[in-house]
């Protein structure tokens, strides 16, 4: 298929083939430990031993309602405890959950809903008529019908398939369209026992984990939530992210594990007592995007606080690389292949790229999704294989660093330019916090680079300064032709640099 490729990152044992579903360990979790804390929501927390009644509840009342095994269930909620409740018990009746941002259109809502035929859209308040439109049945947290149906009983419950459908996730995929990725319970049971397959698990069962992140996106329901459920964590329920906010709740709930995403680094950077805050936080973790080393070196000399990065995709469950492999946190790469997990990289010849240079990620894991829904189309190769879109460099130590997307390649008069490449140029300016680039067409060579950067607080440089600064480091057709400085980048919800939105409008 990709004709000579020799070259892996890591080739790991196969791990044992278990599947482990979250009912199953949030059962195990009730039966051990029945009164200790699995969840804080504001006021409300809930032990073990209750979630797990609540997810008996929802379960038995969804299968009244006449929900089968196999139909799809979407949330349109933010992060709140009854999603966690609801997520055991879609698998508990084998039905298949496809949570949704709850800060969509209803136009938005009615095309995913038309995509996945949904038999009932769970919402609250706040989001019941974004969700009318869909031509779907609605059951309301913020309403009696959901007190009535959660109190409903009779649940039987029988072990899924490993191949079943467990959730529907929808994800840009390598072409940019959002498309509805299939994780089966196999793929989100192994990501599980890949991560409790490190060194030291990322969790245990002495954590508090802050649950800031959004719920509906792979990186918060299954690294997070998945995780907490499987290792017995307790988990800390944020409703969206505010620095003061999620600062005092780290403060005032003794977090102890703090997934995040770039953008969340650099709002911390500016709160004032933040080390203090922070103090008491044992494990940091970044991921969906890369951490810009001048954000992370901030930090860390602000706090004494070491960021772990990951790298990872919704069509892998999703955490493929991290830095907690080997404990290394070298700025700019996002760790080795998690156990159980194989890498490569693979020119544009479909083979392996000289020493040093980019290539398309690979990837080959029992966590990945089975395909595109209805038909798992566009799924793994037949021998496992799966191309993530994403360009990568290996450093000498074998680590994956992240240079950019296939797509958002540059291609300057038939030259490649990488994105990350050019950024790090850039950001390597004393003055500049974090930067992006994107192609824009010139009527000579077809497209040129232009940039944004955001400078650090208090910091001040010229457009001049930092294009001369970074042509220290970068060959003539690299350099960007154009150049703003911005108070902030535009952004998707998952806390990647919305490209499309500098090449469409800029920041």
Known sequence: MFGHITRLVA?????????????????????ERPNDIAVVDGDVTLSWSQLDAIADGIASGLSAEGIRPG????????????????????????AVLAPLN??????????????????VIVVEAATANEARGAGVPLLNLDSGDWRDLVRASGLTEDQP?????????FSAGTNGDPRAAMLSYRAIGANLEQLAALPEPVLTSADRVLVVLPLFHAYALNAVVGAALRFGATLVLQRRFDTAASLRTISDYDVTVVPAVPPMYLHWITEPGLAEAVSGVRLFLS???????????????????TVWQG???TEAAPVLTSTLVDRLAEPGSVGKPLPGVEL??????????AEGDPGEVWVRSPSLFSGYWPDATDGPQPDGWYGTGDLGVLDEAGALHLVGRVRDLV??????????????ALESHPAVLEAAVVGVPHPLTGETVKAWVVLRPGERATPVAILDHAAQRLARFKRPAILDIVTELPRATTGKVARRALRDGGA
């Open 11 to 31: 080739r790991c044992d196969r791990l044992p083939h278990v599947t482990i579903t979250w009912s199953q360990c949030l059962r195990d979790r009730a039966r």
């Open 71 to 94: 139909d799809r269930v979407v949330s349109l909620l933010e992060n709140r405890a009854e999603l966690i409740g609801l997520a055991v018990a879609a698998q508990r009746i084998g």
């Open 102 to 119: 709850p800060i969509v259109t209803e136009f938005e809502v009615t095309a995913r809903c038309a995509a996945i035929s949904p038999a």
């Open 161 to 169: 398939a490993d191949e079943a459908t467990a959730q529907l996730l």
């Open 287 to 305: 991921g969906s995007a890369p951490l810009p080393p001048a954000v992370h070196e901030q930090f860390t000399t602000l706090t004494g606080h």
């Open 311 to 313: 790298y990872g995709m």
């Open 344 to 353: 490569r990289l693979v020119d544009d010849e479909g083979t392996d790229p």
């Open 411 to 424: 291609n300057v008069g038939g030259f490649k330019v990488y994105p990350r490449e050019v950024e790090e």
